[in-house]
Nanobody, 125 residues
Framework: QVQLVESGGGLVQPGGSLRLSCAVSGSTLAGKTIGWFRQAPGKEREAVSCINSSGGIIYYLDSVKGRFTASRTAAENTVYLQMNNLKPDDTAVYYC??????????????????WGQGTQVTVSS
């Protein structure tokens, strides 16, 4: 059974940093493409980033470019999202997910079939 567990969320002041982790069990990350999504209250889920099996990364939101960095480590079977210079608009529940089908990245949640439970990120002074 494939499970994804996000951690690392919390309350942080504007300008602060958090590092989200997505630990995968029941499956190896090798050959898998992982997406990061977020959903703010009252808003639809949106794609933040995607990291493919070769380590190629796409950032879907202009607002996070230069501030967020996705990475993956095969040894730990874990994917990370380093978030710096956080802003109140980054407040959301953050999810990681494994993409089905090809390893080509996609910003559409319909292509992801395994999801974590999410971790809350709150940016507030």
């Amino acid at each position: 059974q494939v499970q994804l567990v996000e951690s690392g969320g919390g309350l942080v002041q504007p300008g602060g940093s958090l590092r989200l982790s997505c630990a995968v069990s029941g499956s190896t990350l090798a050959g898998k493409t992982i997406g990061w999504f977020r959903q703010a209250p009252g808003k639809e889920r949106e794609a933040v980033s995607c990291i493919n099996s070769s380590g190629g990364i796409i950032y879907y939101l202009d607002s996070v470019k230069g501030r967020f960095t996705a990475s993956r480590t095969a040894a730990e079977n874990t994917v990370y999202l380093q978030m710096n210079n956080l802003k109140p608009d980054d407040t959301a529940v953050y999810y990681c997910a494994i993409k089905r089908g090809t390893t080509v990245c996609s910003g559409s949640s319909k292509w992801y079939n395994y999801w974590g439970q999410g971790t809350q990120v709150t940016v507030s002074s």
